[in-house]
């Protein structure tokens, strides 16, 4: 799958992934006002209206990205309703070839990580048979835990031809209250996102797909950092970064460079509200509520020339 | 919602918590055979086998303990179907009268981690109503985000009167690999754990409940670290500690005396598969599978003496 979404990036030439991240207040008022006349002010109308609005943005913008990353939490938060919108999207998402990646920062202990990797990544057995759960194509993990809490996923992602992006440092203010603690490290100290950052190389190296430069092992490191970015490209040189972060939380294109390697590969940036709420932004008011979807294209072609020219491309 | 089970481990004597993480292999082959003969070999006939295995389990023990933990993943791996079952559990356990710990271990940046809040304990907007996601009356939280993930819980924590766990010192064998790193901490040198243990003592003071001497904010220390607890009870005097590792990951209940305080408060055990697949060992095997409820009856009842034997109140 790191060898598809490559080819992806390759083709559309935008290293960009579309966070589906559905919060109620980004969605138009005619898809809620429909949603709610068929299903009621409930979690089912809910579910319908965010279901509805992806489908929006999916249609406008899948010729043009490798990949989106709906952030399960979103879903979640509407139960099982919401979570049955869930996997309507990574279903429609596979059905337009799009490489989906879970957002579900998921890991616990050893037996548990198991039956979450399967869950999102991998089948589970149920007598004879055997089923997939909500079969992303990759999925975050949350690395808390230790090696025993990733190596279920590791397992998974190889037998699956799989992939998993690693926690090392995330995009948000208080990221470095933990990840950034000097640890020491033989005689000297070390950040622990420099710890966790060779762990994911060492994870990497264990699981590289049969042809290709890069593992299916990835790493999080958020478009905030660009400095911590440039010494963990260095770190983890097998593995992908995925980077958030990028616009609405303060990312920029030339932030980006040092997640990137020569070859312009080795990293994805998502942005999320930037792209599918992008009519709320004053440049892209003219498109209204209705014109959402089309704003969210516009949003997409602006983000790959700025990446673009970030990259020394254009 | 800690009042409610400081009282009922008064009232049944028993700090312990039955943790509901239903593997397939646990569940007793007459109640697969009718849950396939019902559903089939499906993602379906799973769930359904996992939810007639649990209720069998709670009707047997629901008055000998104050709380279950069922963990999330165990129903994730089967999909939607799984997480409806989750659900069934849930609402089914409350019915019974029992606390339910949500074992989710969530965490993100602040607006998702306010999503996971809202869909585990709170209530969401939709158009003019409220609804609870899940309802669990607490969680579990991964705190490697930073405080920004953590304080959407507490807002909701206050607001629901409800409660977290955050995970400090995990039960299983690589927890430390992070969370023991020692890190500079002005001129001196402190495991990460105790860094983390001191934030979670800052987040329970500010999110006491109106009368009763422990906070809305708890933490997970593993059953398996007893020295560690020892640290970690004197770091976080206003914190109940939700202990797992008990039993099949190999803690006793002479380790657990160090994770309670001198009122013999402070701590709840979790039990999972010692108790729910209690009739798969061999000192339980007489009950047979067509007895597994009445096992995990005798198995809880067997833990009850044990911690109560370690705390000196037998």
């Given amino acids: 799958m790191i060898n598809k979404l490559i080819a992806k990036i390759r083709k559309t030439n935008a290293p960009i992934v579309v966070g589906l991240d559905p919060m109620m207040k980004f969605v138009p008022d005619h898809i809620k006002k429909a949603a709610f006349a068929q299903c009621g002010e409930t979690l089912e109308g809910a579910a319908e209206a965010i279901w509805q609005y992806n489908k929006?943005?999916?249609?406008?913008?899948?010729?043009?990205?490798?990949?989106?990353?709906?952030?399960?939490?979103?879903?979640?938060?509407?139960?099982?309703?919401?979570?049955?919108?869930?996997q309507k999207t990574i279903d429609y998402c596979k059905s337009k070839d799009l490489v989906v990646i879970g957002d579900v920062k998921r890991g616990d202990i050893g037996s548990t990580s198991e039956a979450y990797a399967v869950g999102h990544l991998g089948q589970v057995q149920?007598?004879?048979?055997?089923?997939?759960?909500?079969?992303?194509?990759?999925?975050?993990?949350?690395?808390?835990?230790?090696?025993?809490?990733?190596?279920?996923?590791?397992?998974?992602?190889?037998?699956?031809?799989?992939?998993?992006?690693?926690?090392?440092?995330?995009?948000?203010?208080?990221?470095?209250?933990?990840?950034?603690?000097?640890?020491?490290?033989?005689?000297?100290?070390?950040?622990?996102?420099?710890?966790?950052?060779?762990?994911?190389n060492a994870w990497a190296e264990e699981t590289m797909p049969e042809q290709g430069d890069y593992s299916y092992v990835g790493a999080v490191v958020?478009?905030?950092?660009?400095?911590?970015?440039?010494?963990?490209?260095?770190?983890?040189?097998?593995?992908?970064?995925?980077?958030?972060?990028?616009?609405a939380q303060g990312g920029k294109g030339a932030d980006l460079v040092?997640?990137?390697?020569?070859?312009?590969?080795?990293?994805?940036?998502?942005?999320?509200?930037?792209?599918?709420?992008?009519?709320?932004?004053?440049?892209?008011?003219?498109?209204?509520?209705?014109?959402?979807?089309d704003a969210s294209r516009a949003a997409v072609l602006a983000m790959r020339e700025d990446i673009g020219a970030a990259l020394g491309r254009l």
Same sequence: chains 1, 2.
């Fill in 126 to 200: 149920v007598g004879s048979q055997r089923y997939y759960g909500f079969g992303e194509d990759f999925s975050t993990v949350n690395p808390y835990l230790g090696s025993d809490g990733v190596k279920p996923f590791l397992k998974v992602c190889a037998e699956e031809k799989k992939g998993i992006f690693v926690l090392v440092k995330t995009s948000n203010p208080s990221s470095g209250e933990f990840q950034d603690r000097l640890v020491k490290n033989g005689a000297a100290e070390t950040p622990l996102y420099e710890i966790i950052g060779g762990m994911v």
């Fill in 222 to 247: 958020g478009a905030t950092y660009p400095e911590q970015g440039r010494i963990l490209r260095r770190i983890m040189p097998k593995s992908f970064i995925l980077v958030p972060g990028y616009g």
């Fill in 56 to 86: 929006g943005i999916v249609d406008a913008i899948w010729d043009l990205v490798p990949a989106v990353k709906p952030q399960i939490a979103m879903y979640e938060q509407f139960g099982l309703p919401g979570l049955a919108a869930f």
């Fill in 258 to 293: 040092h997640f990137f390697d020569q070859d312009g590969l080795g990293a994805i940036v998502n942005s999320s509200r930037g792209i599918i709420a992008a009519y709320q932004q004053e440049q892209y008011a003219r498109f209204g509520g209705e014109g959402y979807a």
